[in-house]
């Protein structure tokens, strides 16, 4: 049952994804006591243009 | 009032999404009885490559 | 595969939500030609306190 | 500790986008009694194609 | 049209949210150049036991 | 950065709770490589009447 959203600065590869998705379910499937079928994974690549913590947006903090 | 979101893989149709947002804000209109005109929805198009299912990411499970 | 998020106020009775649940995952597999097993749709009751609409919140706009 | 979503149509340049993370941290921080430091901000852009107000697409009523 | 959903840790009086959903959408209205009427602010009331910041619970940080 | 929002059925233990959140940090720091002192974990307790699955609330499918 368990749906993990996770929002990233976008960036990450795809091996990274693999990995998150393949990990994040196994141990939310053995901490929760529920089956790694049942869960879903949804990743949210973010710009840095649309994250901003303490107000400051990290395109600005971080440019490129 | 309410909000729909909508998180479906990338790929759908603007005719799909056209009637998934009329269906959708019709018959929860009727069902929650209130307004057709006060309901959003908000569709959410996912990366195969972002969008794992019992710790397997769909791009490998269904590769292009 | 699509995960179905609907905000609602506070106070639908299980027969809307389970009617919601039923109509809203049969019409978005029919229209986005997947299966009806493969949907979730997690509702969510909303306070009036918790929400505002044009910075009012319904709380005060329709009090109880 | 806030984490402050925003969705909002495509289109938002940077300078609003940095405005808005600036002024909904600040007044948060103000408002809810905690530090500047501790809130996150995450934009979302959505396209008219993916947004609908009462069934109809906003795509539809504002074709490009 | 913008949707501004509010994570915050529970405990804040109706006041502060009252203000929090005017102020966060005046300003969101004046920045992005959109209505106010169109603007949905949604607060979501958090437990301490729910919020981890750093892997540490904030019950276990912030104990009652 | 990474904000990680985990929606399970109602009824997890704080234990539980604390063990996903340190979990879930620490792995995401690893395979994102960034630090475990800028991650979020918030955790939604669903309630089954809030949850369908195939169109089905796991209120009716598992009465309790």
Redesign the interface.
Known sequence: ?????????EG?S?E?????????????AR??ACS???????????KK????????????KYPD
């Open positions: 049952m368990p749906i993990i959203k996770v929002e990233i600065l990450r795809r990274q994804k693999r990995e998150l998705a393949q990990v994040l379910t196994r141990e939310t901490i929760c790694e079928a049942s869960i879903f994974v949804v990743i949210d690549d973010v243009e649309n994250w901003a913590v303490g107000g400051t947006l990290l395109a600005d």
